[in-house]
Structures are given as structure tokens and as C-alpha cells.
């Protein structure tokens, strides 16, 4: 066994070479960098949790089910910037990776994804950058959700940085089709693969159904006007209008 050395032996910062001052630089800036992306989730949790709150007084029910986030582990930081052709750097991080940061938000109905995604970019310190609306033109492997890429400004110690978070918001349904793909894509020597994948399609088109029909049901009972595939239409043209 190699001993370890020992807290006086490590060599001072200025007797290190070149390269391993810029490695460690870079490995303090890239520490520094996802401190900055989990305040930033933090931020923006915390602005839809009090929506969440403040919907739930007002309409005595709860838009959102449940969030979760997350921060991209190195290794998948590094591997979208081998697929993107850039360099693996901190400044690359930043500039070329808008999903580092990441939100999910569960919510019951169709309808309350958009609600929820309006409420969240009207607020005047929510930049929208970019929106990928999976659910009007799911993916062909029959993924639907909303992605949002907004910029909110973070308060430090010593400056205010804007900084991106990607937030997702779908359906129960919906998330418990992708928690399976997702599980489905990443295992090893499947037989019988364009089977299983025509499967889920079938799978995710009949998800899609029952949300929909879900929120018939909803409207029934509240004894306003059914919803039906036209309607849905309507609604994410012109409820969610702003994002266009």
C-alpha cells in the first residue's frame, strides 16, 4: 500500500508546475461553478414552490404534484461538450451547456404545465431563453414534456451572476413513461430492441390518451365545458402564447 502523504508534505501552491496549477485552478473554478447552479435551482424551486402555495390558497388545489432537481455530474458535463466538439473547461461549461442545472415539475393535469410554466416566466427577474414543447411535438420515441431554459440572477457575497436552469415540467403519466425509457435505454444487449421501442411508443400514445381524458374528467366535475384534442389545441396556443 502507497502511504499517503502526509498535510506538511504537500508541496506549496508557487513549487507546483504549470500544469498542475492549471488543473488545480480549474478544479476550483469548475467547484465554484456548480455551487452557483445549485443556488441558482435553489432560486427557481423556491419561486415555484411559492406559486404552488399561492395557487393552491387561491383554487384550494395544487398544481404541482412534487419537484425534484439535480446538478450534471462531471462525467456527463464532459461528455456533452465531446459531443458539442468544444473544449473540457469551465468556461465551456458555462457558455455552452444550458441544462446543467435542472428541475422537474410534477404535475397532475395537461393544463397546469403551462399554467405553471406562464406563472414562472412572467415573473420580471425570469429570463426565457429557450423552450422545447415536447407535448404539442413529442419525439418520436413518444417523449412528452415541456423544457424551459430560463436565466434567473443569483445574489453572491460578492456580485449578482445571471445563471441558466433547464426546468421540465410534465404529467404523472408522463414522467413515469420516461423514468422507464430512460431505464429501458441505458441497459446492455437487449434482445428484441426495435420491439420493446415500438412498444413504449404504443405505451407513451396511450399516456397521452388518458391525460387527456383525465382532464375531461377534471373539467366534468367542475362542470365546465369537456376537453377534448381540438380544445388542447387551443389551449397550448393560446394560454402559453407568451413563450412563442
Same mark, same amino acid.
Given at each position: 500500500?502507497?502511504?499517503?502523504?502526509?498535510?506538511?508534505?504537500?508541496?506549496?501552491?508557487?513549487?507546483?508546475?504549470?500544469?498542475?496549477? +492549471?488543473?488545480?485552478?480549474?478544479?476550483?473554478?469548475?467547484?465554484?461553478?456548480?455551487?452557483?447552479?445549485?443556488?441558482?435551482?435553489?432560486?427557481?424551486?423556491?419561486?415555484?414552490?411559492?406559486?404552488?402555495?399561492?395557487?393552491?390558497?387561491?383554487?384550494?388545489?395544487?398544481?404541482?404534484?412534487?419537484?425534484?432537481?439535480?446538478?450534471?455530474?462531471?462525467?456527463?458535463?464532459?461528455?456533452? *461538450?465531446?459531443?458539442?466538439?468544444?473544449?473540457?473547461?469551465?468556461?465551456?461549461?458555462?457558455?455552452?451547456?444550458?441544462?446543467?442545472?435542472?428541475?422537474?415539475?410534477?404535475?397532475?393535469?395537461?393544463?397546469?404545465?403551462?399554467?405553471?410554466?406562464?406563472?414562472?416566466?412572467?415573473?420580471?427577474?425570469?429570463?426565457? $431563453?429557450?423552450?422545447?414543447? +415536447?407535448?404539442?411535438?413529442?419525439?418520436?420515441?413518444? +417523449?412528452?414534456?415541456?423544457?424551459?431554459?430560463?436565466?434567473?440572477?443569483?445574489?453572491?457575497?460578492?456580485? =449578482?451572476?445571471?445563471?441558466?436552469?433547464?426546468?421540465?415540467?410534465?404529467?404523472?403519466?408522463?414522467?413515469?413513461?420516461?423514468?422507464?425509457?430512460?431505464? *429501458?435505454?441505458?441497459?446492455?444487449?437487449?434482445?428484441?430492441?426495435?420491439?420493446?421501442?415500438?412498444? *413504449?411508443?404504443?405505451?407513451?400514445?396511450?399516456?397521452?390518451?388518458?391525460?387527456? =381524458?383525465?382532464?375531461?374528467?377534471?373539467?366534468? $366535475?367542475?362542470?365546465?365545458?369537456?376537453?377534448?384534442?381540438?380544445?388542447?389545441?387551443?389551449?397550448?396556443?393560446?394560454?402559453?402564447?407568451? *413563450?412563442?
Amino acid at each position: 500500500m502507497i502511504p499517503l502523504p502526509q498535510k506538511n508534505q504537500l508541496p506549496k501552491y508557487e513549487d507546483l508546475s504549470g500544469e498542475q496549477k +492549471y488543473f488545480l485552478n480549474q478544479a476550483q473554478q469548475y467547484q465554484e461553478l456548480m455551487m452557483m447552479y445549485n443556488c441558482a435551482v435553489k432560486e427557481v424551486r423556491t419561486k415555484l414552490e411559492i406559486l404552488n402555495d399561492d395557487l393552491s390558497a387561491k383554487n384550494e388545489r395544487n398544481p404541482i404534484e412534487f419537484i425534484s432537481s439535480r446538478i450534471k455530474k462531471p462525467l456527463s458535463v464532459a461528455k456533452k *461538450l465531446q459531443k458539442y466538439g468544444q473544449d473540457i473547461t469551465v468556461e465551456s461549461v458555462e457558455k455552452y451547456i444550458n441544462d446543467v442545472a435542472g428541475i422537474r415539475v410534477i404535475c397532475s393535469f395537461i393544463d397546469d404545465i403551462y399554467l405553471v410554466a406562464n406563472m414562472l416566466i412572467q415573473q420580471d427577474d425570469i429570463t426565457l $431563453i429557450k423552450v422545447k414543447d +415536447y407535448i404539442k411535438a413529442p419525439k418520436e420515441n413518444g +417523449y412528452r414534456s415541456l423544457h424551459l431554459i430560463v436565466e434567473v440572477p443569483v445574489f453572491f457575497s460578492d456580485k =449578482k451572476k445571471p445563471m441558466r436552469v433547464e426546468v421540465q415540467i410534465r404529467t404523472i403519466a408522463m414522467d413515469f413513461w420516461a423514468s422507464l425509457e430512460h431505464e *429501458l435505454k441505458y441497459k446492455k444487449d437487449i434482445s428484441q430492441e426495435a420491439e420493446i421501442m415500438e412498444e *413504449l411508443k404504443g405505451c407513451a400514445d396511450v399516456i397521452s390518451e388518458t391525460d387527456l =381524458k383525465m382532464l375531461n374528467i377534471r373539467n366534468k $366535475i367542475k362542470r365546465n365545458q369537456t376537453t377534448d384534442f381540438s380544445k388542447m389545441n387551443q389551449l397550448t396556443k393560446s394560454d402559453f402564447s407568451i *413563450l412563442n
